[in-house]
Structure formats: structure tokens, C-alpha cells
């Protein structure tokens, strides 16, 4: 075979990884004399390396994260109040293979979403499917979604490993559909024992005010806090 016609090859069996760096890996063989299972193995590696990132890649793309936080962009010295070794346990993913929640309540500016981000990416990074909602958004649109679209949407909510609902009670009464959704999610995702993390700035004792129903309430609560790691935070924002 030329190079052209291997080109071709590795185009029709989508070994794109091979196809990027084929011609420095030759290039470094002939230089190097390295022996072939050398470089078969560097060759391999370059695909197994690229499918991985393109995987990373697609599930950023579609869990609906805003940003790539991280815990080393993050001052730990700012606020020596926050519960630093919890957000490193839950920074640990070990929760999700657990099928434990987390709750990230406390003041505002505190940090509670940039950790959640932070962990959400995290678990991106480690081959995770995960869905990020931003409480508001979501409610706001699942309000005004068809039956069909509705059930569409909790159906994908279930098929990933950890969804994260941010900010939730941002705005402190929330549609009816939108207190339908948390209830819907909630009771599904506890019956699969999916990771759920919650964060935000309103007291668990006054979320039934806010759902205008505290039976619901109740409900949703019961059922979050069964397998979970609830962390405060306060201080400094
Ligand atoms: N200790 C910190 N180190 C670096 N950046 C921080 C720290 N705490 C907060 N921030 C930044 O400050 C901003 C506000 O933080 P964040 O949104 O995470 O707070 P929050 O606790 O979620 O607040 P709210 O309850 O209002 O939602 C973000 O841009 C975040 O990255
Ligand atoms: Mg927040």
C-alpha cells in the first residue's frame, strides 16, 4: 500500500487517532530504529488516547456544563469554614459507584456550584455520563414542553450517571411542572440509585414553602437525603 491508500484504510475503519500522528510515528521508527511491537504500541496508544478525549469531548458537549470548573482553580484558603475533605470524598466519584447524593447547601458565594461543576467535570473526565441542570432553566422549560417532550426529558435524565441540579429555589417559587419535574426526577432517579447532586443557598427546612406544597416536600426530601452526603456551607463568600 502507498501512504495515500493506507490514509484511505484508516479513513474507512475511523482510526483517526492512527490517521493524526502516522506519519511522525514513521518518521520517529525509521530515526530511532525502533522494533516494530514499539511502535504498533505507540500507534495504538495514539488511538486509544484520541477516541478517549473525543469521548470526554462529546459528553461535555451534551451534559449541558457552561464551563470546565476544577478544584486547582479553586482558593481553598479563602474560606477555612467550607467542608473541604467531603468535596474531596465526593471529588473521589467513589459516591457514584455508591449511588449516594450529595446536598450542597449553604450562603451564597460560598462555592457550592463551582464545586458541583467542578465534580460534575470531574466525573466527565472519568468516563461518566452526566447532565447538569440549572434549576431555573430547566423548570422554566420543562413548563412549557409537551407531554411527550416532558417524559423525553426525565427519560434521558435517567440514562446518566450523575445529574446535577444547581441553584435549586434561586428563585423561591417555582412553577407548578417545575415541582412535578423535581418530584418526577427524584423519585426516578432514587429507584435506579443514580447520583443526584443538589446545591443551594435556601435551608431544607424551607423548601416546602417554596414548592408551595410540603408534602411534596417532604417527598423529594425523604428520598434525596436516604443515600447522601450533606455538606454546609458557611463563612466567608
Ligand atoms: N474559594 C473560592 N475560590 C475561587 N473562586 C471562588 C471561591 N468561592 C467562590 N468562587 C467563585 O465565586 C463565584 C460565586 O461562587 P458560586 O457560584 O460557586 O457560589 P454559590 O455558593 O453557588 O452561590 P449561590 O448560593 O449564590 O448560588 C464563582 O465564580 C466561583 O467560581
Ligand atoms: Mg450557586
Redesign the pocket.
Known amino acids: 500500500m502507498t501512504l495515500i491508500e493506507i490514509e484511505r484504510a484508516l479513513k474507512q475503519l475511523r482510526l483517526s487517532g492512527v490517521r493524526a500522528t502516522l506519519q511522525t510515528r514513521v518518521l520517529e521508527a525509521q530515526t530511532n530504529n525502533q522494533p516494530f511491537i514499539e511502535t504498533f504500541a505507540l500507534v495504538l496508544q495514539d488511538e486509544l488516547d484520541r477516541r478517549r478525549s473525543s469521548l470526554v469531548e462529546r459528553r461535555y458537549r451534551m451534559s449541558g456544563l457552561d464551563e470546565r470548573?476544577s478544584f486547582n482553580?479553586?482558593?481553598?484558603t479563602?474560606?477555612t469554614k467550607?467542608p473541604r475533605a467531603a468535596c474531596f470524598e465526593l471529588h473521589t466519584l467513589q459516591f457514584i459507584a455508591d449511588g449516594y447524593n450529595a446536598l450542597l447547601i449553604?450562603?451564597?458565594?460560598?462555592?457550592?456550584?463551582?464545586?458541583a461543576k467542578a465534580i460534575a467535570y470531574q466525573a466527565i473526565l472519568h468516563g461518566h455520563r452526566v447532565s447538569y441542570l440549572e434549576s431555573d432553566t430547566v423548570f422554566a422549560r420543562y413548563a412549557l414542553c409537551s407531554p411527550g417532550t416532558r417524559e423525553q426529558l426525565l427519560k434521558n435524565l435517567l440514562d446518566t450517571d450523575l445529574v446535577i441540579i444547581?441553584?435549586l429555589f434561586?428563585a423561591k417559587h417555582i412553577p407548578e411542572a417545575g415541582a412535578e419535574f423535581l418530584q418526577a426526577l427524584i423519585h426516578a432517579r432514587y429507584k435506579r440509585h443514580g447520583s443526584v447532586v443538589v446545591?443551594?443557598?435556601r435551608v431544607v427546612q424551607d423548601w416546602g414553602a417554596y414548592l408551595g406544597d410540603a408534602t411534596m416536600a417532604s417527598t423529594i426530601l425523604d428520598r434525596l437525603m436516604h443515600r447522601s452526603h450533606l455538606l454546609e456551607?458557611e463563612g466567608r463568600?
Open positions: 470548573a482553580d479553586f482558593d481553598w479563602f474560606n467550607l449553604g450562603q451564597p458565594g460560598t462555592g457550592k456550584s463551582h464545586l444547581d441553584d434561586l446545591t443551594s443557598n456551607f463568600s
